[in-house]
């Protein structure tokens, strides 16, 4: 569907809501500790699950000993990896699309050999989960210690021990990208800048750790599981295709999620491990993980160290860009999205913003005896916006030209599109000079610039930073579907009348805290032409929603929003035709507005939603022979024009650093952004703030920090530094908006557009205040031990 | 088997008042506050995020001050008060500051609100002239991986000034 721009009828309502910071109806439980979270859930028979983990990144199972164990208080059973493995299927996170990527076989507990410390090697079911945690002592573990590979920069050397014997060695995917002739660019170019930069593991730390509660009925063969996941309908598929059962017997129940941002839209062992339990011991199993447990098996994201450079000419025009990446991913291959896509999005990404003409690109990925790895917020943007920003600036610097002024040379110009970048991404609408000009505005840049300089006199080092970045949203099949995963790009939207004049929504899309239910309430009822409080939302239920993809990669405003404009619009249809019969008049000279039916003219009240529903329901022995009401509908929705729709935007980070101590103290953030229609602005702006901050967090604080035998060293919350309020600075947030034309609404997404950018203008800002000592940082995060070995006082 | 031991493993009944209502439970003496008041209880609201200390998810007032719920014992609570964000809402303790979070949208996914609220409380009644960096600091224990804190600083503030321009009104 390519709309023609005067077509946006939703977005020209009397009483819209689109545009409007209205408030999340469904905050207010939360506000007085009334959610539902998945610990919160208590079933009849119920039993908790703990798992014995191992202590070692690589070590071969001997032999299990259990008895012990299930002798302790409160234990009902103990089941190895041997035991559970003949009630599931194993599973393989590859690709088809991703050409070459191999993966060895997972299953729920490992069976012969732990490929990372803290994998589950076998399981406690305990009446209470303190006494199961009490067994796990008990359980005696033969265990041979094996080689560990954990660097990824040895990990492919002939020499380095194999993780899987299976595999030939430890790579798991490469991939490799040439267009133009970057060879003679770089030997032609009048300038020529290099960095390694090098971005330190880290991890989501959702405050509600990953949690399930599975529910095996044997009589019916019906399992129900309730489970903090972004994608319910993928995790139906994947719990009834490894169980063996039949996938209309299996349903995901997702109610209030405590965060996710890619989190928890993968397949964990452990969490699959629950479910099989609760169907080998017919009964209610819960798994909540706890903290610690959730640093050593929660997915991290990043460890990328990448080889770049930059050539450009004297006036600041990109010549060509080459880079190498290496990144590690632990020892399978995440299911079912795979631990590649990562890697592939910064080859695709990289420099994006940009008129590139010579690009070369590789990446390779490889298991190493870690925690796993795969998509967080900003699968790959981060490390793509490091790249290219970081070199720019570099670039900038050696011709001592302003980062905005090289920024406004290279930019793709905002009357280009549509076009595409040097890999192949095509742009549809997007808007870099407009968001440029506007953050130079916003930020005040010239006075800031003056005041550095000023305070730089008297020995205080302050630095101004920018990033410009793309982001990819509303994903079409494209992302997963082609490859041959079960991931759902469509989403759906299903309304209902009820018999008061209320608008009933099912939605495909889930909620984690981001406003979905919000924002498709406020389509809904603009759509319908209705009140938003006659708007009832429902997510997350795989038997009453339709099917959809769930929540990630920045798709539930621009896809399912979109599923329920034209959801509403057939309602309004269908209602107003009901109207037309009891009026005794042409439905197309009605309206509906405010709840009310009106003369589509001069917007009279001819009868209200409650009385059409009234009629329908209970006296359509009133209507013509020949006229059935159909007052529930359902539309669903997939981008077709484009495999993604694009949105742009660029950050600014100011700074100052203590050059005494190394410690670096943020002043101010500004960030502009275009995501097309904007349905709620105030929820677009927290999107904005919250991503930008887990991208500050990446930047400074947080770091998966292994020791060289896999022991992850500080995998507490003490240990292991997060944002909190007191680092963190205000953030100012403006819009552009460039709609897309695939789709009526004409919105694109805006969940991960803060993480994207966020630390490359930290790193670009920091660089910029160490300049007078010639002192540059690209290793991440920027602790203030490094800040001093750069500027050589460490 | 020593004494430590027994009383590590054994039950003993507690006698407090939660949310306004005498509780008489028999406990293991190892239980956390915020367990007992989740599974005991089956006050839900109060939430486990880090189980050391640090995250401020479990957030609860003992007595007129708050405490780490992870970090309390039950028995600790032993002929005390506790009041939990249930408890709190019902009574109206906390009813500014919900409705400029909601306005605000100074939450997202909800798993820290409970004890944001509970910590802005006791700021603001300790420091009605707190200002945003004094807010921030004050925070500093409680962690919200969704908003950025931004949203939240906004909030806090705003009822801050809203309850200073209240009671000079009063005065």
């Known amino acids: 569907m390519t709309i023609n721009p005067r077509d946006r009828w939703v977005l020209d309502r009397p009483n819209s809501y689109i545009g409007r910071s209205v408030p999340r109806p469904n905050a207010k439980r939360l506000l007085e500790g009334r959610g539902n979270f998945v610990d919160d859930v208590v079933l009849p028979r119920m039993l908790h699950v703990v798992f014995v983990r191992s202590p070692y990144a690589h070590a071969r199972i001997v032999s299990i000993d259990v008895e012990a164990a299930q002798d302790c208080p409160g234990v009902v059973a103990v089941v190895t990896g041997k035991q559970l493995a003949e009630h599931h299927s194993p599973w393989v996170g590859t690709l088809q699309h991703l050409k070459g990527i191999i993966s060895p076989p997972q299953y729920a507990l490992a069976i012969d050999q732990a490929c990372w410390q803290g994998e589950a090697v076998a399981a406690i079911l305990a009446q209470s989960r303190e006494q199961g945690e009490d067994a796990i002592d008990s359980v005696i573990v033969d265990w041979e210690e094996l080689p560990v590979v954990a660097d990824p920069e040895t990990a492919l050397d002939p020499d380095s021990p194999r993780i899987h014997e299976s595999l030939e060695n430890n790579l798991c995917w490469e991939r490799n990208f040439a267009a133009g002739d970057v060879d003679q660019a770089f030997a032609k170019a009048d300038v020529v800048v290099e960095e390694e930069f090098s971005v330190g593991r880290h991890t989501g730390v959702t405050l509600e750790p990953r949690s399930i509660v599975a529910d095996y009925q044997p009589g019916e063969e019906k399992l129900t599981v309730y489970q903090s996941t972004q994608a319910p309908h993928m995790m139906q598929n994947v719990f009834a295709k490894h169980l063996g059962l039949n996938e209309g017997d299996v349903r995901v129940i997702t109610k209030d999620v405590g965060g996710s941002f890619g989190i928890k839209v993968h397949v964990y062992a452990d969490e699959f491990a629950a479910v099989a339990l609760s169907r080998m011991f017919r009964r209610p199993i819960k798994f909540i993980a706890d903290r610690l447990e959730s640093f050593v098996t929660d997915i991290h994201a990043r460890d990328h160290i990448v080889k770049a450079r930059l050539a450009v000419s004297n006036d600041g025009a990109i010549e060509a860009l080459e880079f190498d990446d290496l990144t590690g991913i632990g020892p399978y291959s995440m299911y079912p999205r795979t631990s590649g896509i990562e890697a592939n999005q910064i080859v695709n990404l990289t420099g994006g913003a940009y008129q590139i003409e010579n690009y070369k690109a590789k990446t390779q990925v490889v298991f190493q005896n870690k925690g796993v790895m795969c998509q967080y917020r900003a699968v790959g943007h981060p490390v793509a916006c490091l790249i290219a920003e970081g070199l720019l600036d570099y670039a900038a610097r050696e011709i001592n030209m302003d980062p905005v002024a090289i920024r406004r040379k290279n930019l793709f110009p905002d009357d280009a599109y549509p076009c595409k970048s040097i890999t192949g991404m095509s742009f549809e609408n997007l808007s870099h000079h407009q968001s440029l000009d506007k953050l130079i505005e916003m930020m005040g840049y010239d006075q800031l610039r003056e005041e550095q300089e000023t305070y730089r006199k008297q020995g205080i080092y302050r630095g101004i930073g920018l990033a410009s970045f793309i982001e990819v949203t509303n994903p079409s099949p494209m992302f997963y579907g082609v490859g041959g995963a079960a991931i759902s790009a469509q989403d759906g939207c299903t309304l209902r009348l009820d018999a008061k004049g209320n608008v009933f929504c099912a939605t495909g899309v889930t909620e984690q805290g981001q406003g979905t239910e919000a924002v498709i309430a406020q389509i809904v009822a603009t759509s319908v032409g209705v009140p938003m409080e006659n708007v009832r939302v429902v997510t997350g239920d795989t038997e009453v929603t339709p099917y959809g993809g769930g929540t990630w990669a920045s798709r539930g405003c621009g896809i399912a929003g979109e599923a329920a404009a034209q959801a509403g619009h057939v309602l309004r249809d269908n209602i107003l035709d009901v109207a037309g019969i009891m009026l005794q008049t042409e439905s197309t000279g009605l309206d509906i507005q405010n709840g009310k039916i009106v003369d589509g003219a001069d917007g009279t009240e001819r009868t209200t939603l409650d009385e059409v529903a009234r009629v329908a329901y209970y006296r359509p022995d009133t209507f013509p022979e020949d006229f059935q009401s159909e007052l529930m509908v359902t539309r669903h929705y997939v981008p077709r024009d484009y495999p993604f729709a694009f949105t742009n935007g660029v950050q600014a980070s100011y700074l100052e650093v203590d050059i005494e101590t190394g410690f670096i103290r943020l002043l101010k953030h500004w960030c502009v952004e275009d995501c097309g229609t904007v349905i709620n602005p105030q929820l677009v702006d927290e999107q904005i703030r919250g991503g930008i901050v887990q991208g500050l967090g990446g930047a400074l604080f947080e770091h998966c920090i292994y020791s060289e035998d896999g022991q992850l060293i500080n995998g507490t919350m003490a240990d292991y530094l997060v944002p909190m309020a007191a680092e963190i600075p205000d953030i100012e947030c403006a819009h552009v908006v460039s709609m897309t034309n695939s789709s009526e609404l004409g919105a694109k997404g805006a969940g991960e557009a803060g993480t994207a950018g966020a630390p490359a203008a930290v790193m670009n800002a920091l660089n910029d205040a160490l300049s007078p000592f010639g002192a540059k940082l690209a290793t991440l995060p920027f602790t203030p031990q490094r800040v001093l070995e750069a500027l050589g006082t460490g | ?171």
């Open chain 2, 1 to 171: 088997m020593n004494n430590n031991t027994e009383l590590l493993e054994g039950d003993v009944e507690i006698n407090l008042t939660v949310n306004g209502e005498q509780i008489v439970e028999r406990v293991p003496v190892r239980r956390n506050l915020v367990d007992f008041l989740r599974i005991n209880l089956g006050l839900t609201g109060s939430h486990v995020g880090c189980e050391h200390g640090v995250c401020g998810a479990c957030t609860v007032r003992l007595d007129d001050q708050i405490i780490r719920g992870c970090l309390t014992l039950a028995v600790q609570a032993d002929g005390k008060r506790v009041d939990t964000i249930e408890g709190l809402s019902d009574d109206g303790t906390l009813k500014d500051l919900q409705a400029v979070f909601h306005e605000r949208n100074a939450l997202q996914c909800g798993f820290c609100t409970p004890g944001i609220l509970l910590t802005a409380a006791e700021m603001l009644q300790q420091q009605p002239n707190v200002d945003r960096e004094q807010i921030r600091e004050y925070l500093s224990g409680n962690y919200c991986r969704c908003t950025g804190y931004h949203a939240i600083i906004d909030a806090i503030e705003s009822v801050a000034k809203a309850r200073r321009q209240e009671s000079s009104n009063d005065n």
